[in-house]
């Protein structure tokens, strides 16, 4: 079964880190750009991050830029996010995903993130 | 930043009715390899969202065919051709062609 499955999130204070995890089963994790997108419980998606395939380009969206860092382990069919200084309009539910052909074609079920004191 | 833009908002259905949606970016979404990296996607209650269709007019698998996308440019439109029951929820556009991407404001379809 082709799968994600996030992990990680959680309650922070503002000015917190948190790593979430992306687990991929069940198809070539290699073969796929990975993507990060939020969303604000009852509102819209937010793009977050992009990692190629081998992990030699990145892209942020400036909201998240010096404070997020996107990784891969392609041993593993994991991908992470490593969130600092957070903030609390980081406040979302954070979901990965496939690119293929620039559309998100699976979707993990997401992590909640919530940055409150 | 390429703004998204749909309408409308809500769309309240009847079961076995058409619905459509559109959407227009602020700028054209042809990319310099010459595709258009316009996608739809599907968000039901409680559920992460799920794409439709891609480059404009490409259902993705498993997605019924009462589900097509149509447009050009900057002006671009998802139809349904009889609504279900199953097809309440939200959807966004979304465009891939520039950094960052971006979502519409997404259209909540609920039936009358």
């Known amino acids: 079964e082709v799968q994600l499955v996030e992990s990680g999130g959680g309650l922070v204070q503002p000015g917190g880190s948190l790593r979430l995890s992306c687990a991929a089963s069940?198809?070539?994790?290699?073969?796929?750009?990975m993507s990060w997108v939020r969303q604000v419980p009852g509102k819209g998606l937010e793009w977050v991050a992009n990692?190629?395939?081998?992990?030699?380009?990145?892209f942020y969206a400036d909201s998240v830029n010096g404070r997020f860092t996107i990784s891969r382990d392609n041993a593993k069919n994991s991908l992470y996010l490593q969130m600092n200084s957070l903030r609390a309009e980081d406040t979302a539910m954070y979901y990965c995903?496939?690119?293929?052909?620039?559309?998100?074609?699976?979707w993990g079920q997401g992590t909640m993130v919530t940055v409150s004191s | 930043d390429i703004v998204m833009t749909q309408t409308p908002l809500s769309s309240p259905v009847t079961l076995g009715q058409p619905a459509s949606i559109s959407c227009r970016s602020s700028q054209s979404l042809v990319h310099g390899d010459g595709n258009t990296y316009l996608s739809w996607l599907q968000q039901r209650p409680g559920q992460p969202p799920r794409l439709l269709i891609y480059l404009i007019s490409n259902r993705f698998s498993g997605v019924p065919d009462r589900f097509s996308g149509s447009g050009t440019g900057t002006d671009f439109t998802l139809k349904i051709s009889r609504v279900e029951a199953e097809d309440v929820g939200v959807y966004y556009c979304?465009?891939?062609?520039?950094?960052?991407?971006?979502f519409g404001q997404g259209t909540k379809l609920d039936i009358k």
């Open positions: 069940g198809f070539i994790f290699t073969s796929y750009w």
């Open positions: 979304m465009q891939a062609t520039q950094f960052p991407y971006t």
């Open positions: 990692i190629k395939q081998d992990g030699s380009e990145k």
């Open positions: 995903a496939t690119i293929l052909l620039s559309a998100y074609n699976i």
